[in-house]
């Protein structure tokens, strides 16, 4: 059984960092994508971050230059270091898992989900 978790989330201040971390089990994504992508209530899930097998990165432009995504293949985990935090950051992050090779915004090319992790920034 495919299984991926977060942890890492919390309360953090506006232009303050913090690093959320996943796990994986049950399955190698060491050729594969990961990727975060992000929710608030009433709105649809968006795309964060994806880290190719090849380790090539990719951000949405309102995370650009303030968050970043690596991996470590050996622990099969997936992270993502988001600094100066703002208020519109606040969501639940989510880190998916697809079985291609190609990056994908969407989050119906991701069949692997973790549960969440809930990050509040204060202004």
């Known amino acids: 059984q495919v299984q991926l978790v977060e942890s890492g989330g919390g309360l953090v201040q506006a232009g303050g960092s913090l690093r959320v971390s996943c796990a994986t089990s049950g399955r190698t994504f060491s050729s594969s994508v990961l990727a975060w992508f992000r929710q608030v209530p009433g709105k649809e899930r968006e795309f964060v971050a994806a880290?190719?097998?090849?380790?090539?990165?990719y951000y949405a432009d309102s995370v650009k230059g303030r968050f970043t995504i690596s991996r470590d293949n050996a622990k099969n985990a997936v992270y993502l270091q988001m600094n100066n935090l703002q208020t519109e950051d606040t969501a639940v992050y989510y880190c998916?898992?697809?079985?291609?090779?190609?990056?994908?915004?969407?989050?119906?090319?991701?069949?692997?989900w973790g549960p969440g992790t809930q990050v509040t920034v204060s202004s």
């Open positions: 998916a898992g697809r079985a291609g090779t190609s990056w994908s915004t969407r989050q119906n090319d991701y069949i692997y």
């Open positions: 880290s190719t097998w090849h380790d090539e990165s």
